[in-house]
Structures are given as structure tokens and as C-alpha cells.
């Protein structure tokens, strides 16, 4: 989705916008192909104040998103809880602003691309290794069972066979 923020008419002392539109954030995973699904919903608050030749985007997003765990694969919600300070130079005021990837200018008026910021801001705040729980004990490397479930039939204490070659190996010191 497109959201755009004009920045002109922002308060010298700052100005705060809360978002909530979901689709934000789930138009983008779904183009980006993420396993993700929504959990509490998502909120965003930006604090945006003018300094010096640019701006101050200050902010947090709250919420969760259901997830694969990255070791049993069930699904697991996942809280995000991310905030981040952002500064935003107008440079090349007079066309566009090239280095700027979140700025545009429309009519003279430089505007906050904010759908995209605060797609990247999130993304950024996703767990690379989701669990479900601290201690998932993830799935079996023989047979595929969730170990969570219970224990499975296969052999215990007993590796891999698979492994067996390289346990056979000696490493040179
Ligand atoms: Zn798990
Ligand atoms: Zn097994």
C-alpha cells in the first residue's frame, strides 16, 4: 500500500502519528512471500520533528506475528517490540532526494514515505530464529517427530548414521 506522510506543517516541537492500518505491514509480506500471520495487531507511533537540514523520524511499533518456529516449525506468535531513531536529510531540495530512499518530493513538499519505513523497520525487528518456547526440544533428525509431543521410537543416545563417516574422522591439531 502506498502511505504517505507530508512533512511540511510539522510543529517546530515535533509532531506524533500513530498507524494502524495492517496492511502496511501484511501487503508486504505477502509480496515478500514471508510465512507470517497476523497476531495482536500492529501499531506504530512516529515522532516527527524538523532538525537541521532534515528530519528526526523517532518511533516504536508494538504487536506480534504468528511465525514458523524455527525448530519444530509449528506455529508460534512472536511479540515485536521494536523502536529506532531515524534522521532523514533534505539533500538535492531542489528534483528529488536520490540518497533518501523513505523521501519524495510532490509539488515542493518533501513527504515520508511511511508505508515502506515502517515496513523496514519491522522486518528489522523479526526474530531470525523464532521459538515457540525457550526449550523446544525441535524435531527429530531421524524420523521428523515433534519432540515436544513426546519422545519418538527411534533409538536413543544413537547419532545419526549419516555422521558416522565424519565421526570416524581424525582432525589433525
Ligand atoms: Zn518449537
Ligand atoms: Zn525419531
Known amino acids: 500500500?502506498?502511505?504517505?506522510?507530508?512533512?511540511?506543517?510539522?510543529?517546530?516541537?515535533?509532531?506524533?502519528?500513530?498507524?494502524?492500518?495492517q496492511a502496511?505491514?501484511?501487503?508486504n509480506w505477502t509480496a515478500f512471500g514471508l510465512k507470517l500471520?497476523?497476531?495482536?495487531?500492529?501499531?506504530?507511533?512516529?515522532?516527527?520533528q524538523a532538525q537541521g537540514q532534515g528530519y528526526l523520524v523517532q518511533g516504536a511499533i508494538t504487536g506480534s506475528v504468528v511465525m514458523p518456529c524455527s525448530r519444530c516449525v509449528?506455529?508460534?506468535?512472536?511479540?515485536?517490540?521494536a523502536s529506532f531513531t531515524h534522521f532523514e536529510e533534505l539533500t538535492g531540495v531542489d528534483e528529488s532526494y536520490p540518497d533518501e530512499k523513505f523521501l519524495r518530493e510532490a509539488g515542493g513538499v518533501p513527504e515520508l514515505d511511511v508505508a515502506a519505513?515502517?515496513?523496514?523497520?519491522?522486518?528489522?525487528?523479526?526474530?531470525?530464529?523464532?521459538l515457540c518456547r525457550s526449550e523446544c526440544q525441535g524435531l527429530c533428525p531421524r524420523c521428523?517427530?515433534?519432540?515436544?509431543?513426546?519422545?519418538?521410537?527411534?533409538?536413543?543416545g544413537s547419532a545419526d548414521p549419516r555422521m558416522?563417516?565424519?565421526r570416524s574422522l581424525k582432525v589433525p591439531h
Open 1 to 21: 500500500m502506498e502511505l504517505w506522510l507530508s512533512l511540511q506543517g510539522i510543529p517546530a516541537q515535533g509532531q506524533e502519528f500513530t498507524y494502524a492500518d
Open 117 to 130: 519505513f515502517l515496513w523496514e523497520q519491522f522486518a528489522l525487528a523479526l526474530p531470525d530464529k523464532p
Open 74 to 81: 509449528e506455529e508460534s506468535e512472536q511479540d515485536i517490540a
Open 144 to 156: 521428523g517427530a515433534n519432540l515436544n509431543a513426546g519422545v519418538c521410537s527411534c533409538p536413543q
Open 24 to 27: 502496511i505491514w501484511t501487503d
Open 37 to 48: 500471520k497476523p497476531g495482536k495487531p500492529l501499531t506504530a507511533t512516529l515522532f516527527v
Open 164 to 166: 558416522a563417516v565424519f
